[in-house]
């Protein structure tokens, strides 16, 4: 997929007039299963010198439960301390929304997740025997962790036509995340033109599939961030068709689909690239190709409306077809 992918990458340096260097860094299940060599910290350090790194979708059931996961994606976003998670929740079309009634434009969705503190980056324990077994793990949050994404939550709702962000959590029932709504209130009376509310993720998640239209830019926490989110992707066709940042502004950030690997598709081609597409995009706009991530939009919209992209999942698509349509779209700034 991510070799198909690139091939909208291609088009794009063609159309705009700028040129990328690339190098490829097998960091893959593959290789740990055949050499049982694990990615390390001083690995991970060696990517500081790329302006961005596209991460293909990783995972294999003969490698051990959740550990290429960690020590990939965790470990990436721990290293290099990309504090952002993003991810954009677009229905590009009607048909592709479980919903009843639900027009693309009621899908809009921004989703800033924090992405280096919560329950995520502290391991945790098991201890004890039998009855007395207890796992334990730590929900921390720092000051200027919250601080420091609540900031570019801000920023990205005032950039948007409705400038609207609505902050997730459960301070209710876990008092310490009162901190999310302290520090909300805190940095929003700096952006008097942006509307901002907070609600709690169980009422939240209920809205997101009532009434999808009443979210902008979506403010949350690490762990309700991953689940929000995979639940939006639901709401917009799928995880297939889903794409992620995650950003250090100003730094090396990492570009991904939210899908996992789906193995059993291995040597198919039917695997959709949408996603690592869409992630293309992403990485184009933060590296400052506004006009390059502008146009894949436009090409994936298109595309699904008009019915040359069938749909997200494997198999409703041949990989490369789909790839080469796009970035024909990409290419001409027009399906055919």
């Not at 008092?175 to 209130?185: E, F, K, S, Y």
């Not at 992707?233 to 570009?255: C, D, E, M, R, W």
């Not at 502008?294 to 494997?314: P, W």
Request: proline share 4%; aromatic share 8%; net charge neutral.
């Amino acid at each position: 997929m991510t070799e198909a992918a690139l091939l909208v990458l291609d088009a794009a340096e063609a159309r705009f007039g700028f040129r990328t260097t690339r190098e490829v860094v097998n960091w893959s299940s593959a290789r740990y299963i055949e050499h049982q060599e694990r990615v390390t910290r001083q690995m991970i350090e060696g990517l500081r010198r790329f302006d961005a790194v596209l991460l293909g979708a990783i995972g294999h059931p003969d490698a051990p439960r959740g550990m290429m996961e960690r020590d990939i994606i965790i470990g990436l976003r721990i290293g290099l301390d990309l504090y952002v998670n993003l991810r954009p929740l677009v229905l590009y079309d009607e048909r592709l929304c479980p919903l009843k009634g639900k027009r693309a434009e009621d899908i809009d969705i921004l989703v800033v997740r924090e992405n280096t503190e919560d329950v995520y980056v502290n391991a945790g324990a098991i201890t004890g025997t039998g009855k007395d077994e207890v796992a334990r793990v730590e929900m921390s949050f720092t000051r200027p962790g919250i601080e420091r994404v609540t900031r570019y939550a801000f920023e990205r709702a005032r950039a948007r036509p409705r400038k609207k962000l609505t902050l997730v959590d459960k301070a209710n029932a876990i008092p310490v995340q009162g901190l999310w709504r302290t520090i909300l209130d805190e940095i929003g009376a700096g952006y008097p033109d942006v509307e901002r509310d907070a609600m709690y993720v169980d009422a939240a998640s209920m809205w997101f599939v009532q009434h999808p239209e009443r979210f902008d830019v979506v403010l949350t926490t690490n762990l309700f961030g991953d689940i929000l989110t995979d639940l939006g992707a639901a709401l917009v066709g799928g995880l297939g068709t889903g794409a992620s940042g995650n950003i250090h502004p100003g730094k090396v950030s990492v570009f991904e689909p939210i899908h996992g690997s789906a193995p059993k598709y291995t040597g198919q081609g039917v695997a959709s690239p949408v996603g690592t597409m869409g992630a293309v995009g992403l990485m184009l706009d933060h590296l400052g190709e506004r006009e390059s991530y502008t146009a894949i939009e436009k090409a994936l919209r298109e595309g699904f409306r008009g019915g040359y992209i069938k749909g997200a999942d494997a198999g409703s698509g041949r990989t490369l077809d789909v790839a080469k349509g796009v970035a024909e779209a990409v290419s001409r700034g027009r399906w055919a």
